[in-house]
């Protein structure tokens, strides 16, 4: 398998694939978010991700596969980052090189995540690419680090 990681923007069709992924079980029990129906997701993507000019989103593309997706987004007055990766796709330095390759398009710091404190890949990874620990914060029951890269 080609493992060349690149970026391109979304189209119509990745959807459906990010869809799947966000369905996926084990990406949902370490990421503690719920998968939402098939036309909520599509809703709030068409509407909240895609025709949002303040958000920024790349496809995350391993050779000619589709391997999930990277979004910034504006909440109050911090830029926060998010991504999902198939599950095939974990462990392999994916993730790394795809969030390096985004932080040199996305140049808004500081810039924020907040992973679920027990998804101890994600939060490796953001502080392999940078990120920096400064607390925790609440989502509903479950407790998530707050992570910041500042340059």
Sequence with gaps: MDDE???RDVVEADLEVFLAQEH???????????????ERFLTH??????DDPDAYVQAVMVGDDLAGNIVAWTEGERRFIGYWFGREFWGRGIGT??????????KTRPLYADPFH????SVRLLERVGFQREGTV??????????????
């Design 45 to 50: 993507w068409r509407t909240r991700i895609l």
């Design 24 to 38: 996926d079980p084990e990406a949902q029990r370490r990421s503690r978010f719920p998968a939402r129906p098939r």
């Design 5 to 7: 990681v690149r970026l």
């Design 118 to 121: 027990g998804n101890t890949a």
């Design 97 to 106: 090189r795809a969030l390096t390759l985004f932080l040199s398009q996305e």
């Design 138 to 151: 609440r989502h509903g029951e479950d407790e998530h680090v707050m992570l910041v890269l500042r340059d």
